[in-house]
């Protein structure tokens, strides 16, 4: 995933707020698939479609920022935080899972759809590694099964990949999530909170 070469998003226009930072995007993005899902049963179901659309990103666009830890072998406890932009904590989403491929992607998706937020949420950003474990989940999967766009963003490179969503769209909301460091700041708590609870 990092070997691709990366292409810089062109700025935003002066209408909108200036980005703090500038990131790249991964060329290829990945589609988001062939519409179907799994639902618990193991059946074939039709996926609700990603919210597309995001024209214009607004300063308090509301991000659900994920974290990882190991929890026990085999299984991983997930954080996410949903956060206004780069400006505040809105809320709060914790979930244990198997590391099964697909069951994680379960887990995480109807963890994300039973949050009280989950209305207001436009998209989910995560790093591509945390607390030493590699990304956990399949991106188009994911995007599937909770019908919101996916962010990857690598901290080494400031890198950003996205999947449902154009590269222009995910350069522009990540620059204006980086209120006051150069990494994310939605990101950056992610990890904070999600080392607090590991350590509780």
Partial sequence: MLGHRLAQAPKPSESKLRPTASHKCFHGAVAVGSGLSID????????????????????????????WFPAGEGSLELVGVVFRGGLWLDGFIRA????EP??????????????PH???IRLIMSP???????LPFDAPILVE???????????????????????????????????????????RVA???AGAVKNM
Avoid at 96 to 99: I, L, N, S, W
Avoid at 102 to 115: F, I, W
Wanted: glycine letters at 8%.
């Fill in 145 to 187: 099964k909770t019908g919101l766009p996916v962010i990857l963003y690598a901290s080494s490179s400031g890198g950003v990949k996205p999947f449902g969503l154009s590269s222009e769209a995910a350069a522009t909301i990540v620059a204006e999530s980086c209120a006051f460091w150069r990494k994310p700041e939605p990101l």
């Fill in 102 to 115: 697909g069951v994680l992607e379960r887990d995480l998706s109807q963890a994300v759809r039973n949050s």
């Fill in 40 to 67: 618990d049963r193991g059946e074939a179901v039709e996926a609700r479609p990603p919210r597309s659309g995001i024209r214009q990103v607004k300063r308090e666009i509301r991000i659900l920022a994920l974290a």
């Fill in 191 to 193: 990890a904070l909170i």
């Fill in 96 to 99: 244990r899972a198997c590391r």
């Fill in 118 to 120: 989950y209305g207001q």
């Fill in 128 to 134: 591509l590694a945390c607390m030493g474990v590699k």
